[in-house]
């Protein structure tokens, strides 16, 4: 029998070993993790890592391959290792191809630039000439070199990780990245500076780079920021981040010891009046963004089409005929009408479809307009969490020197577009105003004990049945990162079995005020399916006054016959009969 053993095409070494040899060798983190992911499995993997790289990897990472490429990807960005080809670049590394590393560009560039200046001597005897001669000058005027900077401070010190911050690109400089690094004479902060700056506007950006693309995730932090002299220090600088971490109190116990982590869902951040973050919580705890920003710009509300056709010169319905649609001149769906000419076809852009009966010849085609559809809060095509999982959240709380008005809201489902809307007009009842974040500008930390944002110096005592669920947390206690206590809202949750005959994306199910005016309805397409085809119908946000509900389960069907179908599946039930159920059996 023939063993196949597959030889890996890159090697690591420390980044104080790298020499002008292997500049032409150097890979970057992403083609390194490119090459590694060719093998099969995670231990594959791990035998070509050199053994003090391999020790700095934590033993979670190491159990799934995706999970053990992420850590190394992470170690090769701290710049303390570089990857190398076993074979020559054909071209160098380019400063864009850099960019998202600047520990390794800024190796790269040491380097380089210790090789320029180097002086080799020949191997024959120097030449001298005795001649004395006449000096000559000749003054050759030179640019000044730009010499502004602009610092972005953070609270704590804490790990580095996959996120950095990035200036803008502008028509005197290219884009810059820096990272932030703990400030060496005050320990309750990190600096992030940005050197050799021209004396104009920069626009600031968070850049975090994403798991399944190559563009990153920016979130806008400020325009026209001006840089200011190399030499300027500052008590606590104009532009001040601060790191958060989202928790929640389970029960009356207000104590941090009391406190939980959240368990999945979304944090959402509402910044000058709109939706500046959409953060996924993973299974880990860690916190990964959404493209929010790009997603609600670029995507196109989904509509359907309700089908009846009929034929024109007797009036008959074409049943159970094949169709085909076409959209902008391409055919994006196929079926047969039912016996009664009916058909609908969702996922459509287009205001106005083209049907073809392609059963006919020469064929039957007709235009047909097409309706708006509930908006697919559960579609991953349209938004998903890409960004690489973050330990912390970071929050703006000082800009250009003035306080920011920050709001948090948690949601155990990713909000809908109706619902993103009606959070960014009324943050003030649907979220938590992030407070008493003047404190670390007094104290330089924040208040422990008190208040809806604390420091994070305590671990709660739920980490000692699940040390894997709260190892993020062990890891920034007391480095001057900061909880924020969020509301876990009160969800009515039911479980629908799901009729694939029957069920269209449009049904739904609404839970009403028995005898009030207070409704909330949730489509089917608005529900994640679980692995059994069931799906789970949330109901959530009742105001107070709500006392007895009713659920109702609508379908509208077909446009064509102008009708909503409703069936009442239980009225007039007290709303704490409904808690007092879910509580029952989550006990159980």
């Known amino acids: 029998m023939w063993r196949i053993q597959m030889h890996l095409v890159c090697k690591f070494i420390p980044s104080s070993k790298l020499s002008s040899n292997e500049l032409s060798y150097v890979l970057t983190p992403d083609e390194c993790i490119g090459q590694l ?112 900077k602009i610092v972005v401070e953070f609270a704590g010190q804490w790990s580095s990780n996959a996120a950095c911050l990035m200036l803008g690109k502008t028509e005197a400089q290219k884009e810059k990245v820096t990272v932030g690094k703990a400030d060496t004479e005050n320990k309750h902060r990190s600096l992030a500076i940005f050197k050799d700056l021209e004396a104009e506007g920069k626009t600031l950006y968070i850049k975090i780079p994403c798991t399944d693309q190559p563009q990153p995730i920016l979130l806008k932090l400020a325009e026209d920021l001006q840089p200011v002299d190399k030499e300027t220090q500052m008590d606590e600088w104009d532009n001040v981040l601060v790191p958060v971490v989202p928790l929640h109190f389970p029960g009356s116990d207000k104590s941090d010891e009391a406190a939980e982590v959240f368990k999945s869902g979304y944090v959402y951040v509402v910044w000058n009046n709109k939706i500046w973050r959409e953060v996924a919580i993973t299974e880990n705890g860690y916190f990964s963004d959404t493209d929010i920003n790009s997603v609600r710009e670029g ?5 359907h089409a309700d089908i009846y056709m009929t034929n024109p010169e007797t009036g008959g319905v074409f049943a159970y005929e094949p169709f085909q649609i076409v959209q902008n001149g391409k055919v994006v769906s196929e079926g047969s009408l039912n016996g009664s000419g009916e058909a609908r076809v969702f996922n459509l852009v287009e205001e106005e479809v083209e049907i073809v009966m392609t059963g006919y010849e020469p ?105 894997e669920k709260y190892a993020m947390l062990r890891s920034q206690l007391n480095k001057n990162v900061a909880i924020v206590y969020l509301l876990k809202s009160v969800e009515i949750v039911f479980e629908y079995p799901g009729y694939t005959t029957l069920d269209e994306s449009d049904d739904y199910f609404e839970l009403r005020q028995s005898d009030g005016d207070w409704s909330q309805r949730v489509c089917l397409r608005q529900c994640i399916k679980k692995e059994n085809g069931s799906r789970l ?19 509208q069907g077909n446009s064509h016959h102008g009708r909503d179908n409703k069936t009442i599946i239980f009225a007039q039930t007290p709303i704490a009969d409904l808690l007092a159920y879910k509580k029952k059996d989550q006990t159980s």
Not at 95 to 111: A, G, T, Y
Not at 299 to 303: E, G, L, T, V
């Open 537 to 555: 119908i949330r109901f959530t946000g009742w105001p107070a006054e709500v006392k007895e509900v009713d659920l109702l389960r609508g379908y």
């Open 363 to 467: 064929q039957i085609k007709e235009k047909i307009e097409t309706n708006l559809s509930p908006i697919n809060a559960s579609s991953p095509v349209e938004r998903s969490a890409q960004g690489y999982p973050l330990p912390h959240i970071w929050l703006p709380y000082k800009i250009k020197g003035e306080p920011q008005e920050v709001y948090l809201a948690y949601n155990s489902k990713r909000l809908s577009e109706s619902e993103l809307s009606e959070l960014e007009s009324d943050p003030g009842t649907k979220a938590i105003k992030v407070t008493d974040l003047d404190h670390y500008s007094s104290e330089k930390s924040f208040k422990i004990g008190d208040g809806s944002v604390r420091l994070l110096s305590v671990l709660p005592s739920a980490a000692t049945s699940k040390p």
């Open 37 to 148: 992911s060719r093998l099969r499995n995670s231990d594959d993997i791990l035998r070509n890592l050199p053994k003090e790289l391999a020790q700095k990897i934590s033993i979670s990472a190491k159990k799934t391959t995706s999970a053990l490429l992420a850590a190394i990807r992470i170690e090769l960005g701290k710049g303390n290792w570089v990857s190398l080809s076993t074979v020559a670049r054909r071209s160098p590394l380019t400063d864009s191809q850099l960019q998202s590393f600047p520990r390794l560009k800024s190796l790269v560039d040491f380097v380089s630039a210790s090789n320029e200046s180097k002086a080799f001597k020949a191997g024959y005897k120097q030449v001298t000439d005795d001649v004395a001669l006449v000096r000559s000058y000749t003054h050759v005027p030179s640019e000044p070199s730009p010499d502004q």
């Open 299 to 303: 995507s196109r509300p989904k509509r």
